[in-house]
């Protein structure tokens, strides 16, 4: 296996560096390249990580299961990218300061084009695709939340149409449930696809591998950000270790993680509840809670302390994680919820 710098033999870990642009400095921007090579024939399985630089306990984990002398017991190959943003990992930021915007939405999109060419993030976001596009028969990409989030694992909706029938997404779908389950986090669904594409998710890492190039691809939220949360990061590499068992990369049957969802039915993310008054956010719930449709999540206050308003959930579900900071303007989210979700997990790209 060759990527960049990091060439691999059976039997052999390596490293290296994939070089994705030139800077004004005269140095290449460089991401560094980890490569387990089995002794044996197998599926490649690859990780990537940290592509908002602040979202630390993702770098960790993808730094760690590299760890577990792979080469010498997959069947297969795992081509490890630990930190897909190096320039937002400079400044411990989420963007990175080539655009100041979110880089997991740059990956290539075909009713993308537009009459300028392509921004140096959207330049090497595309690098990083016709990478994996060649290799991979699984990806994880490996993130955290927001403040205090519990750990949980986003399936993606698969989208039939344009890129394929809805026989061929059912089975797509299935190839990706298996690894998700595997993964053993709580699930939750992705927005349903009208909102999926508002968000411009069918750019992002997992999204643009899982619908359009085919490939069974998801994404884990590992707690929150900025400062690596040491068990969680246990816990991620225990669920990379079992979706290689359940690749048949490598032998055994798959460790629990003991995390679990809070609720028993399916849910999906959600962006909720937005509050309609500025005022300073007191929370009522923190992550993990449950909670039912008419319930408060949150009080609006003055400066003062005084009361202004009660933010309420329209939805059954349970917490994620809260929004950083307590100042709210009209219309700001205070919370990240999974709701429950009622919708199908196949469905028709003509629903966007």
Known sequence: MNLGTAESAPGELVTGW???????????????????????????LWITASIHGNEVTALAVAQDVMKENLESKIRGTVVCLPTLNPAGLRQTSRASYYHDDDPNRYFPDPGADGSRPPRVQELI??????????????????????VGSIPFVI?????????????????????????????DF????????????????????????????????????LGGFEVVEEDTSEKGVIGLMNVMR?????????????????????????????????????????????????????????????????VESDHDGYVVGRYHGVSAYEND???????????????TRDQE
């Open 333 to 347: 989210p205070v919370t990240s919820l999974a709701v429950r979700d009622d919708g199908d997990l196949v469905v």
């Open 246 to 310: 359940e690749l048949d990369m490598l032998p055994g049957d798959p460790e629990p993680t003991d995390l679990s969802a809070p609720v028993d039915f399916p849910v999906k993310r959600a962006v909720h509840p937005h509050t309609d008054t500025a005022g300073i956010v007191r929370h009522r719930v923190e992550a993990g809670d449950t909670f039912e449709k008419g319930d408060v999540i949150a009080d609006i206050v003055t400066p003062h302390g005084d009361s202004k308003t009660r």
């Open 125 to 146: 976001d595309g690098r990083i695709f016709d990478a994996f596009e060649e290799s991979a028969d699984a990806l994880v990409d490996l993130h955290t939340a927001q």
């Open 18 to 44: 994939f070089d994705v642009t030139d800077l004004p400095t005269g140095t290449p921007e460089r991401l560094p390249v980890l490569i387990a090579e089995g002794e044996e024939d197998g599926p490649t």
């Open 186 to 221: 709580p699930v939750v669904n992705e927005y349903a696809a009208e909102e999926y594409v508002e968000q411009n998710l069918q750019r992002s890492t997992a999204g643009w591998a899982l619908n359009n190039a085919g490939i069974p691809a998801f994404t884990v939220e």
């Open 155 to 183: 399936r993606d909706r698969v989208l039939y149409g344009s890129e394929r029938t809805e026989s061929e997404a059912n089975q797509l779908a299935d190839e990706l449930e298996r690894l998700v389950d595997a993964y």
